[in-house]
C-alpha cells in the first residue's frame, strides 16, 4: 500500500484518535487488520489481537500503537515474534489469557532447553514494560517487578567478529582489498552501474547500515565552503553525505544525520549517482507531461532518495498523473510532494542489504580459503570497526566512525584483535589464494615496451622512475597521474612492469623509507604499515623478472 494513499484515507486528521503516525512518517488506521510502518512493510496486527484474550486486547493494541510511532520496524517484528513464541509455548490450543510469573518462568525454561539463549523473552519484556508503563489493564507491579529481576541470557553478541569467522567474520586486510580492487575493475569495466558501485563502496569504505544508505536523500550530497583563509577568499571546498542516524530511541527516521566528510574524488561518485536520479526523475516527468515550476521541481529533486525503489516512483507518479488529467493540479503535486518528502519511494532495509550483497558478490573477490568471499554489509561494518581499531583507534573513536551511539558495541573491536593476530597470520599465509606476492601485484609483467598494450604510444602511455623507463600503462593513464610511477600503479590491474624496469631500485627506496618510520615512530605504527601492500606488490614483480629471465637463459635467450 502506497503511503500517500493511507495519508489521503486518513485525511490527516489528527483529532481522531484512531490514526497513528509511525517514525517514518507514514499514517495508518489502527482499527485495520494490517498496520503499515515503513511504507512498504507492516504487522498483521490482527493475527496478535486474535491470540490473546478479549480483556488483554486493549493493552495489547494501545502498546504496539506507542511502539509504532517510537520504533522501527524490526522492533515491532521482534514483539510479534515474541508473543506467538509465547502463545505457542504456553498456551498452544488458546488464546493468552493472563500474564503471570509462573507461565513466564515455564517459557524461559523452554527457551533456555530448545535455544539456548532467552531472546523472545528479552522482547516479551520489553514489551510488557511498555504496556505497564502505558498504565494499561493486564500487567501488574509485581510482574514487571520479578521481570526486572531476571538476568536473561542473550545470543552471544559479536559472535563472528570474536572468531574471525572466515564466512561471516571481519574481513582481512587481503580480502578486503580483493573485494575493492574487484568492484573498482568492475565498474570500469563497465559490468556495475554507478547505483551499484557507489551503494557497494559506501558500505565498504564506512560501514554504515542498510536502513541508513536505504534513507539517503540526494539532498544529503552537500557541498559547502569553510572560512576564507588566504588563497581561498571564499573559503576552501567541503564535501559531506549527511547520512541520517540508525537505532536512535525516541528520534524519527531522518530526524538527525551524521554527516561524513568526502575527498573530492568520492564526492564525485555520490554526487555523479544524485545527478543521475534526478535526471531519470526529470525524465520521467517530461513523458508523463509535466510542467512544473522551477521551485517546485528543485523541491522535488532534493527530496529524491539517493537509491530510489524506481517501481514505488513509477506508481505514484502514475496516480499523481490520473489526478491531473482530471483537473486536478494541485492534490496531484501534493500527492507527490508527501510521498517524496516521507519514505515512500526509499527502498527497506532488507531490499538494500540484499542488493549490497549481491553487487559484492557479483565481482568475484576471493576468501582465505580460496572460495568466493560471501558478503552481507554487517560483515562490512564488522571489517571496518576492526580496520579502525588495528590502526589503534579507541573503542569511543571506533563508535563515533562506526555511528554508534556509546562505545559499548565498539568495544568487540578493540578486545578482540591481540587475541587473534597470530590466528589471522597463520591462516593467510597457509592460503594460497591469499598470500600477499600472489595478491598485490594485479598487472602484467612484459619483456618490454614493445610487447605492452598501448607501447606503440609511449607518450601517452610510458612510465618512468627517475627518469628511467619502468612500465607502460595499459590504460593510457587516464586515472590523470603524471607520467612518473604513481605507488597505487603497482597494484593496478593497467599497469605492465617492464622486465629490464629499475624495479629493484625502488624496492629498496621503499624499504628504506619504512625502515625509518619503524626507527622513528615503531613497528607497530599503522603509518610505518601503510606502504606494506605496495611493497609487496613490487616484490612480487622482483620476483617474476627474476623468474622470466631464467625462463629466457633456459630457452636460449637474453634477458
Keep these: 500500500m502506497n503511503s500517500r494513499v493511507v495519508r489521503a484515507e486518513a485525511g490527516l486528521n489528527h483529532a481522531e484518535s484512531h490514526f497513528v503516525r509511525t517514525r517514518y512518517g507514514v499514517e495508518f488506521d489502527a482499527r485495520e487488520r494490517w498496520w503499515l510502518i515503513d511504507g512498504k512493510r507492516g504487522i498483521d496486527v490482527e493475527s496478535l489481537r486474535s491470540i490473546v484474550a478479549p480483556s488483554l486486547r486493549p493493552g495489547l493494541v494501545a502498546t504496539l500503537r506507542y511502539a509504532a510511532q517510537k520504533y522501527s520496524w524490526s522492533t515491532l517484528a521482534q514483539y510479534r515474534a515474541a508473543l506467538k513464541s509465547f502463545q505457542k509455548e504456553c498456551f498452544p490450543s488458546r488464546k493468552i489469557a493472563a500474564w503471570t510469573i509462573e507461565d513466564i518462568r515455564r517459557y524461559r525454561a523452554k527457551l533456555i532447553a530448545e535455544f539456548g539463549c532467552e531472546d523472545y523473552l528479552c522482547h516479551l519484556r520489553s514489551l510488557l514494560v511498555k504496556w505497564h508503563s502505558g498504565r494499561q489493564p493486564g500487567v501488574t507491579d509485581s510482574l514487571i517487578a520479578s521481570l526486572g529481576e531476571m538476568r536473561l541470557k542473550l545470543h552471544q553478541a559479536g559472535r563472528a567478529v570474536r572468531a574471525m569467522d572466515p564466512d561471516s567474520g571481519p574481513l582481512t586486510p587481503e580480502e578486503s582489498h580483493s573485494l575493492l580492487s574487484g568492484l573498482f575493475d568492475a565498474a570500469e569495466a563497465g559490468k556495475l552501474s554507478l547505483s551499484s558501485f557507489s551503494l557497494a563502496y559506501l558500505h565498504v569504505s564506512t560501514g554504515r547500515r542498510p536502513i541508513q544508505s536505504a534513507s539517503l536523500k540526494c539532498k544529503d550530497v552537500i557541498q559547502t565552503f569553510g572560512d576564507a583563509e588566504p588563497g581561498f577568499p571564499s573559503g576552501q571546498p567541503i564535501y559531506l553525505l549527511a547520512v541520517p542516524r540508525a537505532k536512535q530511541r525516541g528520534h524519527t527516521l531522518r530526524e538527525t544525520r551524521r554527516a561524513i566528510d568526502l575527498t573530492a574524488s568520492n564526492f564525485q561518485v555520490f554526487s555523479a549517482q544524485r545527478d543521475d536520479v534526478q535526471r531519470i526523475f526529470q525524465r520521467m516527468l517530461d513523458e508523463a507531461g509535466w510542467q512544473l515550476q522551477l521551485v517546485d521541481l528543485r523541491a522535488l529533486l532534493g527530496e529524491l532518495p539517493l537509491y530510489p525503489c524506481w517501481r514505488s516512483v513509477t506508481e505514484a507518479l502514475e496516480l499523481a498523473s490520473q489526478m491531473r488529467r482530471t483537473g486536478q493540479h494541485g492534490k496531484a503535486l501534493e500527492a507527490l ?223
Design 337 to 559: 510532494s508527501l510521498d517524496v518528502q516521507g519514505m515512500a519511494w526509499h527502498r527497506s532495509a532488507s531490499t538494500q542489504s540484499d542488493r549490497i550483497s549481491a553487487v559484492c558478490d557479483s565481482v568475484g573477490a576471493k576468501g582465505r580459503n580460496g572460495q568466493p568471499l560471501r558478503i552481507a554489509a554487517t560483515r562490512l561494518r564488522h571489517t571496518k570497526g576492526t580496520d579502525l581499531a588495528r590502526e589503534g583507534l579507541p573503542s569511543h573513536l571506533i563508535a563515533w566512525l562506526l555511528d554508534h551511539s556509546t562505545s559499548r558495541s565498539a568495544d568487540i573491536y578493540v578486545d578482540n584483535l591481540p587475541e587473534h593476530a597470530a590466528e589471522i597470520d597463520r591462516a593467510v599465509s597457509k592460503s594460497p589464494t591469499l598470500q600477499r606476492f600472489a595478491e598485490a601485484f594485479r598487472g602484467t609483467l612484459v619483456d618490454s615496451e614493445e610487447d605492452a598494450i598501448g607501447g606503440s604510444d609511449p607518450e601517452q602511455s610510458r612510465l618512468a622512475y627517475r627518469g628511467k623507463g619502468a612500465a607502460t600503462c595499459g590504460h593510457l593513464k587516464q586515472c590523470g597521474l603524471d607520467g612518473g610511477v604513481p605507488h597505487a600503479c603497482y597494484t593496478c590491474s593497467h599497469f605492465q612492469p617492464w622486465l629490464d624496469g629499475p624495479h629493484e631500485q625502488f624496492l629498496a627506496d621503499l624499504q628504506a623509507e619504512r625502515a625509518h618510520l619503524v626507527v622513528e615512530l615503531g613497528a607497530e605504527s599503522p603509518i610505518a604499515k601503510r606502504r606494506d601492500k605496495l611493497i609487496a606488490a613490487v616484490e612480487n614483480v622482483v620476483h617474476l623478472c627474476w623468474a622470466r629471465r631464467s625462463e629466457l637463459e633456459t630457452a636460449g635467450g637474453q634477458a
